[in-house]
């Protein structure tokens, strides 16, 4: 079992793992029921208000050539923990997880990086669960209360948290091939036209596959080219 730390209040449970994670042990899991400061992909800002699942681990992998996965991992783990409740996620590459095709849960990796290399990983997780006002977050967004699902967030940690530490030793060492049937069953973009922002070489074309690393494969009319990060704008 792995040691977890819950805060109250803290400024952001990725950023508490930033800052100590060399007093820490591999697989601490820090929670909070609110966060000051919590922090999104490219720096957005992720509000997070009572009634929300916010939750950080701290990763020491043994190998990390497939460390980018590991958030693909959780999305399947978060909807895979949805799914046992009733729910029907879908995944929105590359790691946000909808229900009925809004925002429910956002994730945030971040490596720490000495001269010897990556010395761990901190995955970031926030579930929209019992909230019942997220106008605030400038998307469609949803909790799963607000989608007739009722769960105590201290119910949904362990089944999220079951499923991550099930796959994970697979996906440190094989890769997005560990996952890519079921994270594929859950991606309802295939054969759709969207565009993808990433800030330097946005582009709009059909989606033809998710590629054995994970990337998506776009076809903007001169075939299908990897993309390995971004905002899918559908
Ligand atoms: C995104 O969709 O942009 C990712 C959002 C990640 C939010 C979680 S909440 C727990 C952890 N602490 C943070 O400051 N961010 C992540």
Redesign the pocket.
């Given at each position: 079992m792995e040691s977890q730390i819950h805060f109250k209040e803290i400024n952001?449970?990725?950023?508490y793992l930033k800052e100590n994670f060399s007093t820490l042990a591999d697989k601490t899991v820090v929670t909070a029921d609110i966060?000051t400061?919590?922090?999104?992909?490219?720096s957005?800002q992720?509000i997070?208000q009572k009634g929300g699942l916010?939750?950080?681990i701290l990763l020491r992998p043994t190998k990390t050539d497939f460390i980018a996965n590991l958030t693909q991992l959780m999305a399947l783990s978060v909807c895979r923990a949805v799914e046992e409740l009733g729910g029907k996620p879908t995944i929105k590459w590359p790691n946000?997880v909808q229900l009925k095709g809004k925002k429910l849960c956002?994730?945030?990796s971040e490596a720490v990086a000495t001269q010897q290399g990556v010395s761990c990983v901190i995955v970031?997780?926030?579930i929209n669960v019992a909230q019942s006002d997220l106008s605030h977050v400038g998307q469609p967004a949803i909790s799963l209360r607000e989608a007739g699902i009722f769960i105590d967030k201290n119910m949904l940690l362990p089944s999220v948290l079951n499923y991550f530490w099930q796959g994970y030793e697979d996906v440190l060492q094989n890769g997005f091939a560990s996952l890519r049937e079921e994270y594929k069953k859950r991606f309802p973009y295939l054969g759709k036209t969207i565009s993808v922002k990433n800030g330097v070489a946005d582009a709009t074309g059909t989606v033809t596959d998710i590629s054995p690393a994970g990337a998506l494969l776009l076809n903007a009319g001169n075939g299908p080219k990897e993309i390995l990060i971004g905002d899918l704008i559908v």
């Open positions: 952001s449970t990725n950023t966060q400061a919590g922090r999104g992909r490219f957005r992720w997070s916010y939750f950080s946000d956002g994730i945030l970031g997780t926030g």
